[in-house]
Nanobody, 126 residues
Framework: DVQLVESGGGLVKAGGSLRLSCVYSGFNPDEEAVSWFRQAPGKEREGVACISNSARVIDYADSVKGRFTISSDNARTTVSLQMNDLKPEDTAVYYC???????????????????WGKGTVVTVSA
């Protein structure tokens, strides 16, 4: 079974940093792209960043470019999201998700993901 487990959320002041981790199992990382999404209260879920090991592709939402960095470990079991210069508008539940590699061009679109983690809460205070 596919499993994605997020960790690393918490409370941080504006300008601070957090590092989220997504430990995944149950699929071949060469056949899947892994993405981070977030959903703030009362808002739609939005794509944040995605990575494909085999396609060597990384993409970011415009709102996080230059502040967030997505990476994959050498063992190819964990995808991390380093978040710097956090802002109150980054407050959300952050989810890790996976999609087939042929959907990589749409890796920031929630509806193409076929597996999801349960999320981790990030709160940024002013």
């Amino acid at each position: 079974d596919v499993q994605l487990v997020e960790s690393g959320g918490g409370l941080v002041k504006a300008g601070g940093s957090l590092r989220l981790s997504c430990v995944y199992s149950g699929f071949n990382p060469d056949e899947e792209a892994v993405s981070w999404f977030r959903q703030a209260p009362g808002k739609e879920r939005e794509g944040v960043a995605c990575i494909s090991n085999s396609a060597r592709v990384i993409d970011y939402a415009d709102s996080v470019k230059g502040r967030f960095t997505i990476s994959s470990d050498n063992a190819r079991t964990t995808v991390s999201l380093q978040m710097n210069d956090l802002k109150p508008e980054d407050t959300a539940v952050y989810y890790c998700a996976a999609a087939p590699i042929h959907m990589m061009v749409l890796c920031l679109v929630p509806t193409v993901m076929d597996s999801w983690g349960k999320g981790t809460v990030v709160t940024v205070s002013a």
